[in-house]
């Protein structure tokens, strides 16, 4: 059975600094892993998603990671923002089916 | 914009009274889903649709149910909500078939179960 975690649970960090979020999982038997972002009291918002062939994506000011025989992932977000406050999950397809399963969050707080 | 919309965005009901949630998509994907979110958990997978295939999760209870009338639409039927049904509930939908299988998600549907 999958399971994904994330560390940290939560992260309080001054504008402008870089950093990182980890994504574990336990079956490296995955098709693709996603990014999500997700405001208090609302749904989630994609933000990356990594093909099991690839190893890293880019958008803007974020760049996942992927190492999938280690089972990790890794989202970098560079020059932290305020307005970057928010929950981040990451979820996993296996490799078959059409589950995607998500770790818990780690909850994100950028002090101006 | 093509996009997933779950209506109600908030839902009171009292213990025990029946609860439908509806979720329709403008994207045409052929695989929706359902998720419970519980305050600071991970979203909870129910069940999802593949087509008008229907794959319920084996952990899932059976007073979640659900109807796929057509490619557009899905609902969640909760037959007598208590009061550890109080979620929100999640609407996903993805394309399979591409290479590039993002799952896009609605807005969201808070239940408060009184």
């Known amino acids: 059975k999958q399971e994904v975690t994330q560390i940290p649970a939560a992260l309080s960090v001054p504008e402008g600094e870089n950093l990182v979020l980890n994504c574990s999982f336990t079956?490296?038997?995955?098709?693709?892993l996603q990014w999500f972002r997700q405001d208090p009291g609302k749904g989630l918002t994609s933000l990356l998603l990594i093909q099991s062939s690839q190893r890293e994506q880019t958008s803007g000011r974020l760049n996942a990671s992927l190492d999938k025989s280690s089972g990790r992932s890794t989202l970098y977000i560079a020059a932290s923002q305020p307005g970057d406050s928010a929950t981040y999950l990451c979820a996993v397809r296996r490799s078959y089916g059409q589950n995607f399963v998500f770790g818990p969050g780690t909850r994100l707080s950028v002090l101006p | 914009d093509a996009m997933v919309i779950q209506n109600p965005r908030y839902q009171v009901t009292q213990f025990g009274k029946p609860v439908t949630l509806s979720c329709s998509q403008t994207?045409?994907?052929?695989?929706m889903y359902w998720y419970q979110q519980k305050s600071s958990q991970a979203p909870k997978l129910l069940f999802h649709y593949y087509d008008k295939d229907f794959n319920n999760e084996a952990d899932t209870p059976d007073n979640f149910q659900s109807r796929r009338p057509n490619t557009s639409f899905c609902f969640l039927d909760i037959r007598s909500p208590g009061l550890g049904d109080a979620a929100m509930y999640l609407c996903?939908?993805?394309?399979?078939?591409?290479?590039?299988?993002?799952?896009?998600f609605g807005a969201g549907s808070r239940l408060t179960v009184l």
């Open positions: 994207l045409n994907h052929n695989v």
């Open positions: 079956d490296s038997a995955i098709y693709n």
């Open positions: 996903a939908t993805s394309r399979d078939g591409l290479t590039a299988n993002v799952l896009t």
